[in-house]
């Protein structure tokens, strides 16, 4: 348990750190002379570097275990967040933003394979992974807001440097902190009839469809958000907008019961009520901005722990870092498509209507549930 709160802890200062930046890197590229086409690009290829770090990480959590991906993710996260304040023209962001996509893409499949492996059974693991979102969200709650200060008092230079630091101090701080020797590889479950894959280790392609979907409507959210014109008038405007979404996922993911319910279910519900929040926006219903984006964020609440509960129920412990890179995988060329394609159709359409019809195409991709036949049942029935 000691593991587990250590590891809470800082996921939160990382994800604290990350998130800080969302209302800070597209004023902060306009400053730099980025164009909005460029600005998505930018945005893009932080998660285009990923893939390769996905596909690495994968094979090597699982050989040489998460403490020192997590470690070293960290550090050089910091390293280069503190070059990313030095930068003098949008290509100096581009690059530094790529090597950053590439070195943290170790980080997210190296926290779920601990706790994974911390799990006792189907539901531990599925409360593990809730308090993960519950770490994530609050971080993400307080931080762009805290970003947006830092950057009206002391400048980008200065906020990105401080923020750089606390990656590098966390990173330190995790190498005495992280225990693995505690950690237990579970029995992995199936998951229970009637909302559920019934087979332990086997799960459709077409499942990795909702988190790509999922991270390409965020990019297009985060692309959108800087963007609007209330929020041009002020940074701090715009973090206020995005800390509205992370109360929203405070929201479900305080609803403990959820966990409780099949994580297919919850991923299919979640989706589809994200997706017609896309849609109410893409023809400007009346609801006002910020209870749309405190609507998507709870959406968010539900989808993010039930994709790893589901992942983690049905996948054998020595897995587990394979497959939660591919959930990273997924996430990542996600977030590499939604900004450009927003950058690129927003004089032409909405880029809220092309994040519904990517929900949309998702959860009709999805796998029905169906409950396993019992073989010897079959026998007894033919004979």
Same mark, same amino acid.
């Given at each position: ?242 800390? /509205? =979404?992370?109360? @929203? !996922?405070?929201?479900? %993911? ?7 319910? +099949?994580?297919?279910? *919850? #991923? ?88 519904? /019809? =990517?929900?949309? @195409? !998702?959860?009709?991709? %999805? ?7 019992? +073989?010897?049942?079959? *026998? #007894?029935?033919?004979?």
């Amino acid at each position: 348990m000691k593991t587990v709160m250590w590891l809470y802890l800082f996921i939160f200062v990382a994800f604290f750190d990350l998130h800080a930046q969302f209302p800070m890197l597209t004023p902060f590229a306009i400053s730099l002379g980025a164009a909005p086409s460029f600005i998505g690009f930018i945005m893009g290829i932080y998660s285009l570097t990923h893939l390769p770090g996905n596909l690495l990480a994968g094979y090597s959590v699982d050989r040489f275990g998460s403490k020192p991906f997590i470690v070293l993710s960290l550090i050089a996260a910091g390293i280069l967040l503190i070059a990313q304040g030095h930068v003098q023209n949008p290509w100096q962001l581009l690059a530094v933003r790529s090597v950053s996509g590439f070195v943290l893409a170790f980080l997210s499949p190296a926290c779920l394979a601990l706790l994974a492996k911390l799990a006792r059974d189907k539901v531990h693991q599925s409360k593990l992974m809730s308090g993960n979102g519950l770490v994530h969200t609050l971080a993400s709650v307080v931080s762009p807001a805290a970003g947006a200060l830092l950057v009206a008092k002391f400048g980008f230079t200065s906020a990105f440097v401080a923020l750089g630091w606390g990656l590098i101090v966390t990173g330190v701080l995790a190498a005495f902190g992280v225990k693995e020797r505690g950690a237990v590889p579970s029995t992995a479950p199936k998951l229970q009839p009637g909302g559920a894959l019934p087979e332990k280790g086997r799960l459709p392609w077409l499942f990795y469809g909702v988190p790509l979907a999922l991270s390409c409507s965020q990019g297009i959210l985060f692309f959108e958000l800087p963007l609007l014109a209330e929020s041009r008038t002020s940074v701090v405007e715009t973090g206020i907008l995005f800390s /509205l =979404v992370s109360i @929203g !996922a405070l929201v479900t %993911l305080a609803m403990v019961f959820l966990n409780h319910t +099949p994580p297919l279910l *919850r #991923t299919t519900f979640g989706a589809l009520a994200l997706a017609l929040v896309f849609f109410g926006l893409a023809m400007r219903w009346p609801v006002p901005l910020p209870v749309s984006l405190l609507l998507i964020g709870m959406a968010k609440g539900i989808i993010f722990p039930a994709l790893a509960a589901l992942l983690a129920s049905i996948t054998d412990a020595g897995k587990y870092g394979r497959v939660f890179s591919v959930l990273s995988i997924a996430f990542s060329l996600g977030a590499f498509f939604g900004p450009i394609v927003a950058g690129q159709v927003r004089d032409h359409i909405s880029p809220y209507f092309i994040a519904f /019809l =990517v929900l949309m @195409g !998702a959860v009709a991709l %999805l796998p029905p549930p169906h409950k396993k036949t019992n +073989p010897t049942s079959t *026998r #007894t029935k033919t004979t």
